[in-house]
C-alpha cells in the first residue's frame, strides 16, 4: 500500500531523515518507534508533504510516487493524517469539526463511506457532544475527534502521531482499541507512532525502530519483544 525508499528529508540546512526504507502493506498495523527527536513525526510529514523530502527517494502509495505531491493532493489520494498536536477548531462544534475532514473529490476505494451516523457509531461519545465546542471537550474526546474528523475523508492508510500521548491509560487503551477496531471491521492500513510499550507490542503486525533519522530495526512485533538490547539501547526501556 505504502513504501518509502531512500527518503531523506531536512528542515533547512539540517538533515532529518537519511535513506528512510519502510513499507505499510494493506490491512496492517505498523508500528514505528524511537527516542524523542529521532525523526518520526519528520517521517509522517514527508509522507503528506508537509516536509518535502528531496534527492532521488521515493514514496510510493497505491502504485504511484506521491513524493513531490502538495500535501491536499497526497490527502485526496486516501491517506489521513492525525497530527500529534490534535488541531481541534475550539470554537466550531463536534460536527461542524467533523465536516472540516470532508473530501469532496477524493474517489476513495476505502471500504468504508464515513458519515455522522458511522462515526457516531463508532464514537458514541462524539454523539452525546455533537453540538458542543471543541474547547470543552477532554483531550480523550478531543483525540476521538480528531481520529473521527480524519475518518470523514474516507482514507484508506491511517498515519496517526502518538494518539495516545497525554492521554490517562483507561483512555489510552480506549485508543488502542480503537485502533484495532479500525484495521479488524473497517480494513485500514495503519502506520502509527507511539512510545514503545509491550502493549503496543502486542497489537502491531510489524514494528520499525529509528535513531538519528535512520531505520535500525525493521521486523514483526515479537523480534523486537525479544531483542532485549536494542530496547535498552535505542528505546530506553
Ligand atoms: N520545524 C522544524 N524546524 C527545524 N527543525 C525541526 C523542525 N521540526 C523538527 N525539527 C528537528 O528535527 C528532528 C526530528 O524531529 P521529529 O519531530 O521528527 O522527531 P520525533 O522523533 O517525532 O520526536 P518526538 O518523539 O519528540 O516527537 C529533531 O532534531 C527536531 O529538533
Ligand atoms: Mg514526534
Known amino acids: 500500500m505504502l513504501s518509502l525508499e531512500k527518503v531523506n528529508s531536512w528542515y533547512g540546512e539540517a538533515q532529518v531523515l537519511r535513506n528512510v526504507d519502510l ?10 518507534f524511537g527516542r524523542n527527536g529521532v525523526g518520526k513525526t519528520t517521517t509522517l510529514r514527508s509522507i503528506m508533504g ?13 502504485d504511484e510516487n506521491i513524493l513531490g505531491l502538495p500535501p491536499y493532493k497526497i490527502a485526496n489520494k486516501g491517506i489521513g493524517f492525525v497530527p500529534e498536536d490534535r488541531r481541534i477548531f475550539p470554537y466550531l ?11 469532496s473529490t477524493h ?22 457532544l455533537q453540538d458542543s465546542l471543541g474547547k470543552n471537550l477532554s483531550g480523550g474526546e478531543q483525540q476521538m475527534l480528531t481520529i473521527a474528523r ?18 490517562a491509560p483507561l483512555i489510552a487503551r480506549d485508543v488502542i482499541n480503537l485502533v484495532l477496531e479500525l484495521k479488524k471491521e473497517y480494513g485500514l492500513s495503519i502506520l502509527i507512532i507511539e ?20 531505520i535500525v530495526f525493521c521486523g514483526c512485533s515479537e523480534d523486537l519483544r ?9 528505546l530506553g526501556v
Open 226 to 234: 525479544k531483542d532485549v538490547k536494542l530496547q535498552k539501547e535505542l
Open 93 to 103: 462544534t463536534v460536527k461542524r469539526n467533523l465536516d472540516t475532514g470532508k473530501k
Open 195 to 214: 512510545q514503545f510499550s509491550p502493549r503496543v507490542l502486542e497489537y502491531a503486525d510489524r514494528c520499525y525502530v529509528m535513531d538519528m533519522g535512520k
Open 50 to 62: 508537509l516536509t518535502p523530502p528531496l534527492g532521488k527517494g521515493k514514496i510510493v502509495f497505491k
Open 107 to 128: 474517489k476513495s476505494n476505502s471500504k468504508t463511506k464515513w458519515d455522522y451516523q458511522k462515526v457516531f457509531q463508532l464514537f458514541p461519545k462524539l454523539e452525546i
Open 150 to 167: 480524519t475518518l470523514m475523508g474516507n482514507p484508506e492508510l491511517l498515519l496517526l502521531d502518538e494518539p495516545s500521548e497525554g492521554l
Open 23 to 32: 513499507n505499510v502493506k494493506e490491512g496492517e498495523i505498523v508500528a514505528l
